[in-house]
């Protein structure tokens, strides 16, 4: 079996895993939600022009009858996302927010059963349900002590919806012979002319000219958890089924919680260390089965 895909997503959680960290930082230093995520598209739109442009320029040629599907990742996957996201952090906690994002293997599992006739098999539900068991676990709300309001729960799912749907629109874009750069470049464009207009209206910019410090931190924080997150994860997903990916994908809050305790010497209950550990054993478990299979 080949496991460059599995390392590749791998790698691009745990590269997600680091965004909280960056959040904290820099919510520290006056940045807003707003311009952490404008700066990000920006950088991973700039960072595509970069590679296609030395890697080949065709790749910045489209179908017209394909567009719907970039309008489809840029808006439903994307923007839906972090919108929602955002707004469950907001009216929820991010523990909360976080524990209804990773309802996306489940998601994506459901739908891939019906766009890509991807086979549903006992292994996979019962892997999918251990690591949103562990997320759950990291998060803190499966032990009780968090509520969670009827819009906090209803945006906690859209997110889940928009992470997931990223993994769905992205196949069949790269199923239609994209690159993943020509995938990531033109539905990143999409949300970020969104996110300009947003930005320019609320004229946020001066944030970031009166912190250049904060502002270098950003463009670190689009590079890493941005250009180098998204291009693993949609290189690994061209040559894996969505689910398994979405699956391997919920290492990212474990990771977040490693690097909590790291970076910011958070500590770890015995409830989250087992969360941590359901999440890395649902993964190997998932990926285990398949190379005995083959």
Request: contains cysteine; charged residues 10%; hydrophobic residues 55%.
């Amino acid at each position: 079996m080949n496991r460059k895909p599995l390392f590749l997503v791998l790698i691009a959680a745990i590269f997600w895993g680091l965004y909280p960290s960056f959040v904290t930082f820099l919510s520290r230093n006056g940045i807003t939600d707003g311009l952490l995520i404008f700066t990000r598209l920006l950088v991973v739109v700039l960072s595509m022009v970069v590679i296609i442009a030395v890697k080949d320029r065709s790749m910045f040629r489209i179908r017209l009858h394909d567009l719907p599907l970039f309008l489809a990742n840029g808006f439903i996957s994307i923007v839906f996302f972090f919108s929602c996201y955002s707004a469950a952090i907001r009216v929820t906690k991010i523990a909360v927010a976080a524990s209804l994002l990773y309802t996306a293997p489940a998601i994506v599992l459901i739908i891939s059963a019906f766009v890509f006739k991807e086979h549903v098999t006992a292994k996979k539900v019962f892997c999918i349900a251990l690591s949103i068991t562990g997320c759950a676990l990291v998060s803190g709300m499966a032990s009780g002590g968090l509520s969670i309001s009827l819009t906090g729960l209803l945006l906690g799912l859209g997110a889940g919806l928009g992470y997931g749907l990223y993994s769905i629109f992205s196949t069949l874009i790269l199923n239609r012979g994209y690159s993943s750069y020509t995938n990531i470049f033109y539905s990143f464009m999409i949300a970020f002319i969104f996110y300009s207009i947003q930005i320019i209206v609320s004229g946020e910019f001066s944030l970031l000219a009166a912190r250049p410090a904060a502002a270098a931190v950003c463009l670190i924080n689009g590079f890493i958890t941005g250009t180098c997150s998204y291009t693993f994860y949609t290189n690994g997903l061209r040559q894996m089924e969505p689910s398994r990916a979405a699956q391997i994908a919920t290492v990212e809050p474990a990771a977040a919680a490693l690097f909590g305790v790291l970076l910011f010497h958070q500590m770890l209950s015995g409830m989250e260390i087992l969360g941590v550990a359901l999440v890395v054993f649902s993964v190997i478990m998932m990926n285990s089965s398949d190379r005995r299979s083959s």
